[in-house]
């Protein structure tokens, strides 16, 4: 304000009366220019690890940029759910450590609408245009840019080649599994996530998904989750339980338990995210050379439906240089190196021109299912809805208590709520 | 002593043609008929003005008043009840394969916990049917475990009774305790959101009010020789006086908010979540101490370490407490915890080693873990207690600034308000 304008007396006590009252109700301050010399990623241990992609990206990015702060790789725990807690705990206080967060492809929306991050908006363009469209929306909430697509991958088959020629029907496949498993003395025809955990409900998404359900409406407002699909995913879950074609041991079992169990031969088929095929091509898998791998099968007359997981990276907004920060997830997602050095890791890089070129079976596979592969809704309550859904889902398939019409019942009232009280 | 004085505006205009006795007549009827109306009418705006911005004002006032109680009375102590409950059952599930009967202990001091969460609950609401979820299920976790101590001559149906409970405790009941947790944190945060608010609406209506009350003057100054009117002055310093007291009031209690946010947050945002990060790392540790293979819970224990204190106590729970403490006893007691965080993972992982070598009884005699873990636990309630106390110190100081204010705003509005009927009044009766 300046002092010597000619102002009205009155009329500069209600300008600062108005002045005096906001200053005083605004109690945030901001916080000025920072100069950080490092960036901390953090990201899960497995792809932390020395071989996993995170460090590979950040040693591409350390070597190619001299000038810009060096990218340093902090491994968080190997649980999707662990590494929520450990962030949503730092970032809830403000604090500055982490700058570069990995995100579940289903955080998007909680971290963003939390105050957590920075937006993208200010390279959105040129991250939009070089990104696949599914792993790029993902990465959005409510119309705005929030992370950069890093990696994607979507539900895959995996099979022994060996052994069976899958089917394309999930029906077709248990009587296939049961069938190979007797024959050749197998123990499990089939490995996938049982455990009560958001693996599971991964599992059970595609199986309703694939009966045609949707969790809402397009634009999120109103609760769908069809009762007839919902039913249909939980009871064939249950038999595929009592079965015996979910492997002993099913409703304990995570994505690593499940790759285990593949790796060591005990396994006919397996549901699983693409970084499995590289491991199972390691010198020390049993089954190296004898695995085949192919779209998740699809229920009579229905179409495909294989969940998109992936990981995004968003800039926390207590980052110290949020400028190098934004730079460093650009960079990782949109510079090709980079992306093809994902393929190689056998994680499915989330540019589209890293699919070009020659092609593994993995890349082609990738290539077809990506596109049409199915978010999980987009929604800041992800975790209270997935946690319900484990809730009703899991004892109505593993033992039958509730009835699977009660289970959806309550899923459904679940979400209800959840859409009313947000 | 009233002598108006018409003031004579300059239409004497060079070249214009003389004046009409008609149009001049008319020209002073519009002007001597239409300033009492006129000010008739501003006399109605400036009270209606004064009168509604103090309604809108005390209003909002109020509100905040009401949302910081129930902040003290209601969300606060729900958040911290959340907290204790899911302490408490994660430690009842640890206890029981140790101590044994010692877990009732935590199973009535959650059943309490729950029973007062639940008189603070809205009926109906996801919190609600949580607590009735989690309570519902305890009778049948209790049942599970007395069966297993009952079972102590019977190892097989011990431990299956054992795996049972905790199974039940892992994957239902301490998940319905999260979301229960969760649910209460975000609650509490958008209290403190509304609570802090900028009345917006006060402020338009204050600052209209002093316009109203200036522009009034402005006019009476422009039609007649008063160049100040006692009575419209008074208003507007009335007003403005409020405005002084308002600022102070608000911002020294928004100080106070802001104090106790942030010690509400080391509860709920750091304390609670390092109390139950160690509870459940040293879970994990008991139960590697009494399996074949203790790998098993080597993820799992070093999740919740990081979680508990990572890097160091740089990250995790502890860095956040660290982070969010305002004072220098606050920041001495983390700076301990950390370093006994430290000491309980080298012994740890000494433990560890031994028990992978098959040495079990050795790893057995070291008791660095077990004596980290209390100190630890000991600290991080101590320092529970004492944060909870001066929050509670920090929300009546928040509340106290706002003393008076409410039946002040409305008195000082209305005296403007009657202060500018007078002052009006008194020009208007020199036309009488």
Partial sequence: MKRDAPLWAG???????????????????????????????????????????????????????????RVRVEALPDSADEQRQLMAIELNAGLPGLDILSLDVVWTGEFAESGWLVDLEDVRREIEEVSLRAPFQSATWKGRLWAAPFTSGAGILYYRKDLVTPPKTWVDLVEVGLEAADRAGIDHPFVGQGAQYEGMVVNFLEYFWAAGGEVFDEDGREVRFEPEAAVWAIKFMRSAHERGFYADGFSSMTEQDALEQFREGNAVFMRNWPYAYDLLDEEESKVRGRVGIAALPVFEGKDPASALGGQNLAVSRYAENVGAAKEFVKFASTDKRAQVLLRELSRAPTMASAYLGPADDLVMLLAGVLPDARPRPPTPNWASISDEIQQQVFPAYTGDQPASKDAVENIRSFLERSLRER | MTVIVEREGSDHRAGGAPETALRRRTRRFRRWETTPEKLRVVQVVLVSTCLLTGVVAAAALQARANATREIEDRTEPLAADAVDVYRALANADATVATEGSEYRRDIEEAARDLARAATLTARDSLTADRISDIAAQLPTYTALAEGALAAERKPDERASSLSAASSLM?????????????????????????????????????????????GAQLMIARRTRRMVNLGLGGATLAVLALAVWWTVAVSASGDHLADSRRRSQAVSDAFGPAQIAARQARASEILASVTADPSLYEPDFSARMQRLARSNGAGGALGAAGYLVSDQAGRKTVTEIVDQARAWRDAHDQIFELQKAGRREEAAAIDGSAAAFTAIDDALAGAVTHERAAFRTDVNQAQEALAGLVPGTVAGMVAAAAAAAWGIGQRLKEYR
């Fill in chain 2, 170 to 214: 892992q994957s239902t009941i301490l998940r319905r305790a999260e979301t229960f947790y969760r649910i209460e944190s975000e609650s509490l945060d958008a209290q403190y959101r509304r609570a802090a608010a900028l009345p917006v609406v006060a402020l338009l209506a204050g600052a209209a009010g002093v316009l109203a009350l200036l």
């Fill in chain 1, 11 to 69: 009329r500069r006590a209600v300008v600062l009366l108005v002045v005096v009252l906001v200053a005083a109700a605004c109690t945030s301050g901001s916080k000025g220019p920072s100069t950080g010399t490092e960036l901390v990623w953090a990201i899960g241990a497995i792809d932390a690890g020395r071989n996993g992609p995170a460090q590979a990206v950040a040693n591409l990015w350390n070597n190619s940029h001299p000038d810009r702060p």
